[in-house]
C-alpha cells in the first residue's frame, strides 16, 4: 500500500479486521506474539500442542481482537494442511501467519539420537515449510498477506549441543529468503525475528545458572535479558502495512549481541 509521505498515519500498525495464526501461541514469546497481535486489533487463531488456555485468555480478555485455540500436533502433516481451513472456518480468512511453534534437544555431537534430530526438524522446519505453504495459497490469491517466520541467535552462529535446532534455525532464515522472492510480487512479505536471550520458562535452568548467565550478560551490549513484551511492536510492525516493503529479512532483537 503506497500513499505517499503525506498519507502516512499511525493507522499504518494497526491491525484491526485482520485474521493471525500464531502457533505455539500460548506460551512464551508466542503468547506475548499472541497478545500484541489481539491488542492491535487482530483476531487470532492460536495453534497450540496443549490445551492449558486460561493464563492467555485472561491476557487478551481487553484486547480489540478475537482470541481463538485450536489444539494440533504439528509434526502431523494431515493436521498441518487442515489449520487453515479451520481458521477459514472460524474467521474466514487468513492474513497473518506467525510460525512460532519449535522444540530445542540437548546433547553432545556424538551421543545426538537420531530420533531428536528427526523430532526437531520436523517440527521446527517442516512445520514452517508446509504451514506458510497453505497460507500463502490464501494470501496470493487476496493480493496480500504476512508470514513471519521466527528465527535465532542460532540462525546465524553454530551453539554447541544442539546441531538440529541450529540447522533448522538457519533454514529458517533461508526459507524467509526463498518465500519472499517468489510472494513478493504477489503482495505477501515474508520476513523472520530472531529473538536473542528472552526471560522464558525455558530459559529459566540457564538463568540460575549463576555461570552461565554471567557469560550471556557479558556477550550483551544492554546488560540484560530480553522480556517477551519486547518483541511485541516487533512482531506488530512485521504483520502491519507498516513494512509492505521489508521482504526476506531476518530482523534481530537481541540487545545488541550480534553486535558484539
Given at each position: 500500500m503506497t500513499v505517499g509521505i503525506e498519507g502516512f498515519s499511525l493507522d499504518f500498525f494497526s491491525?484491526?479486521?485482520?485474521?493471525?495464526?500464531?502457533?505455539g501461541g500460548n506460551t512464551g514469546l508466542g503468547q506475548a506474539y499472541t497478545v500484541a497481535l489481539a491488542k492491535a486489533g487482530a483476531n487470532v487463531y492460536v495453534v497450540t500442542h496443549g490445551t492449558n488456555w486460561e493464563e492467555t485468555k485472561q491476557l487478551v480478555d481487553t484486547a480489540e481482537g478475537d482470541v481463538e485455540f485450536l489444539q494440533a500436533d504439528l509434526t502431523d502433516r494431515k493436521q498441518i494442511r487442515a489449520i487453515v481451513p479451520s481458521c477459514q472456518d472460524v474467521f474466514d480468512t487468513v492474513d497473518i501467519l506467525v510460525n512460532n511453534a519449535g522444540t530445542i534437544r540437548r546433547n553432545p555431537l556424538l551421543e545426538f539420537k537420531?530420533?531428536?534430530w528427526d523430532d526437531v526438524l520436523s517440527l521446527n522446519l517442516d512445520a514452517v515449510y508446509l504451514l506458510s505453504q497453505e497460507a500463502a495459497k490464501v494470501m496470493v490469491e487476496k493480493g496480500s498477506g504476512k508470514i513471519i517466520n521466527i528465527a535465532?541467535?542460532?540462525s546465524f552462529q553454530g551453539g554447541k549441543f544442539i546441531p538440529p535446532y541450529t540447522a533448522s534455525k538457519h533454514a529458517?532464515?533461508?526459507?524467509?529468503?526463498s518465500f519472499a522472492n517468489e510472494l513478493a510480487e504477489h503482495g505477501v512479505q515474508v520476513n523472520a525475528i530472531a529473538p536473542g536471550y528472552f526471560k522464558t520458562k525455558?530459559?529459566?535452568p540457564i538463568r540460575e545458572d549463576e555461570k552461565r548467565n554471567t557469560e550471556i550478560l557479558s556477550?550483551?551490549?544492554?546488560n540484560k535479558w530480553g522480556?517477551?513484551?519486547?518483541?511485541?511492536?516487533?512482531v506488530v510492525y512485521l504483520a502491519s502495512n507498516a513494512s509492505d516493503y521489508m521482504n526476506g529479512h531476518v530482523l534481530a532483537v537481541?540487545?545488541?549481541w550480534l553486535a558484539r
Open positions: 491491525l484491526k479486521g485482520k485474521v493471525a495464526i500464531v502457533t537420531e530420533e531428536d535465532s541467535m542460532l529458517i532464515a533461508g526459507l524467509t529468503k525455558n530459559t529459566a556477550r550483551i551490549p544492554a522480556d517477551p513484551s519486547e518483541l511485541m511492536g516487533t537481541d540487545g545488541g
